[in-house]
């Protein structure tokens, strides 16, 4: 073995057990469970490439890159699924599947997303709280998309309840309603345009490159198409998969 085959070996080494470092003292709080194109988490400066099955730990920074999907499955039964050019981190996760109750809290920084609560949401009442770039939302029993569209923010809910708190007021969302938020001030409650619903959902659809395309061209029918990956998702299958 020669003095360069000798550093590249040394390199390796140190560059293990530096990531090893990162992950000594963390915990496991889910997988990837589906992945399309690149999606990368980072802790402690070390990034890795996320495929199915691997394991999303405690601390973790979740990014996608372009036409990227990501849809991760925490726990307690929490599935997240992002869009293209997101990043999420999971700041607080309490859950013990012999104990009442548990603590979620997560940091959608960019990127539109889905949220389809597990057992810390559910009738036990555990307290889960979404931080958006634009409030903060809380959720329970609930499946709800958020992310920037025409021109605003958008939270649309699908299942459950969701109450959203900007700077500039709140407002409590029932199942199938939306709201938009635009400086920081939501509107009042309401349904939105079947063309929105469709718009949004496609952001966070696994599907083919052509799918993708045509829903980028705000095709509806393809749009469709594209979200019957969720068939079974309270308030999504019976919208979109039904025909």
């Excluded at 999606?39 to 730990?57: D, F, K, T």
């Excluded at 998309?145 to 649309?156: A, E, K, P, R, T």
């Excluded at 469709?198 to 469709?224: E, L, N, P």
Aim: glycine share 14%.
């Amino acid at each position: 073995m020669n003095l360069r085959s000798v550093a590249v070996a040394l390199g390796f080494i140190v560059s293990t057990a530096v990531a090893g470092a990162a992950y000594a003292n963390q915990v496991i709080v889910g997988a990837a469970s589906k992945v399309q194109l690149q999606v990368q988490a980072s802790l402690s400066n070390q990034i890795r490439e996320l495929r199915p099955a691997e394991a999303i730990w405690f601390g973790d920074a979740l990014t996608t890159g372009s036409g990227a999907r990501l849809e991760a499955k925490l726990g307690d039964g929490t599935v997240l699924t992002l869009g293209e050019k997101a990043r999420i981190t999971v700041d607080e996760f309490v859950y013990d599947p012999k104990v009442v109750g548990g603590k979620l809290d997560v940091t959608v920084h960019t990127g539109a997303f889905l949220f389809v609560g597990g057992k810390i949401e559910g009738p036990t009442g555990g307290n889960v709280t979404i931080n958006t770039p634009v409030g903060t939302l809380g959720v329970r029993g609930t499946t709800v998309w958020g992310g920037y569209i025409d021109g605003g923010y958008g939270v649309l809910v699908l299942d459950g309840e969701v109450s959203v708190t900007t700077l500039e007021g709140q407002v409590l969302l029932q199942k199938g309603q939306g709201t938009m938020v635009y400086h920081n001030r939501p509107s009042q409650p309401g349904t939105w345009p079947k063309d929105r619903v469709t718009r949004a959902v496609a952001t966070i659809s696994f599907g083919t490159k052509k799918a993708q395309g045509s829903a980028k061209r705000k095709s509806a029918s393809a749009a469709q198409s594209a979200t019957c990956f969720v068939d079974g998702v309270p308030g999504l299958s019976s919208i979109f998969c039904a025909n």
